[in-house]
């Protein structure tokens, strides 16, 4: 059984170092942080599991609950290396590459499912701090996190579900390594999330940055069966490779042959999939007028470059039209 320590000490100093802050595009705001004490535990474990006393932030009280059932709508945005070795709310060491996530009331650690209702992808992560202090938001995700999700820019709306996983998983992400993504949530209840979303204030700090949450179809579990856009990552075996109808280009057309990879002259790009196979890479290209380049034993399909992301965006809806659904915008660095 696990044990559940209320109140600690090392809890308590280390929700008021990071207790005053919220996120926005990988950066904390508000409050200082301070360097990790001598003290800060560097082991990774699971017990024992911290809940903590209620707190007051910035007139807001927040209760700390073990809520086995926990299931949740609400906005997610990320952080990332201005806390790289800082200590979390529960003694650990901070890193931005982890998959790990801060919460106001969750104990810690707690196991969540999180969900981007756009896409309908869902990945495991791994809550260890506490956070964002900021009302208009629920989760804060590492970058690790929100990359795996698809979450690169501004917030997107999420739906957060404790979970239980298999102790494998579990020692996967304390060693800061992602699980494999969870199947596609169905389209029946994502419209009902989408829906709940909807009637939440948008948060005013990123309502430029805000990812729609628009009726979009739900992500398909690959198949062999599948057509071109129909998978999630990487596809298997055979399928139909020749859309049903001749795309209109969202972008400057290419030839849809594998080569490397030209120099891109924008910052931003979308990336549609990669596939193990040449052949569906080459079929996704030509159906959404993309490149292909190869990378590492994959075939990557990109649409672009643009020179704003707000144009990449725009083109972003024609891609998943053509039933990508898991396709998202890019910022080359």
């Excluded at 239980?164 to 993504?181: D, F, H, I, Y």
């Amino acid at each position: 059984m696990k044990s559940i320590v209320k109140g600690g000490g090392l809890m308590a100093g280390a929700m008021l170092l990071l207790s005053g802050c919220g996120s926005m595009d990988g950066k904390r705001e508000g409050g200082a942080t301070a360097s990790p004490p001598p003290s800060a535990a560097a082991g990774v474990a699971d017990v024992p599991v911290k809940v903590g006393d209620p707190y007051t932030i910035a007139g807001a009280t927040y209760t700390p609950a073990d809520i086995p059932d926990y299931d949740d709508v609400g906005y997610a945005s990320w952080y990332g290396e201005e806390l790289a070795g800082r200590p979390t709310a529960n003694g650990e060491i901070f890193d931005p590459a982890g998959i790990s996530a801060a919460h106001k009331t969750l104990p810690l650690p707690s196991y969540v499912e999180v969900t981007a209702l756009d896409t309908g992808r869902t990945i495991l992560v791994r809550v260890n701090d506490r956070g964002p202090m900021v009302g208009d938001r629920l989760i804060d995700l590492s970058r690790g996190a929100a990359e795996q999700l698809g979450l690169t820019d501004g917030v997107a709306a999420v739906r957060v579900r404790r979970t239980n996983p298999p102790a494998a998983e579990r020692a996967q992400l304390r060693s800061g390594k992602p699980v494999p993504e969870r199947i596609a949530t169905p389209e029946s209840l994502l419209a009902i999330l989408r829906s709940k979303a909807k009637a939440l204030p948008v948060p005013k700090t990123a309502v430029a940055a805000v990812t729609p949450v628009t009726a979009q179809p739900a992500a398909p579990i690959a198949s062999g069966k599948a057509k071109p856009g129909d998978d999630r990552f990487v596809v298997e075996g055979p399928g139909t490779t020749k859309p049903a109808s001749k795309p209109a280009p969202v972008a400057k057309p290419a030839t849809a042959t594998t080569k490397p990879a030209a120099p891109v002259a924008g910052k931003y790009a979308i990336q549609v999939g990669a596939f193990s196979s040449e052949t569906r890479a080459n079929a996704a290209a030509k159906a959404v007028g993309g490149h292909v380049a190869k990378a590492g034993t994959l075939w990557r399909v990109r649409v672009g470059p643009f020179a704003s992301d707000a144009e990449a965006r725009g083109a972003l809806g024609k891609v998943k039209a053509k039933g990508f659904r898991d396709a998202v915008v890019q910022r080359d660095r």
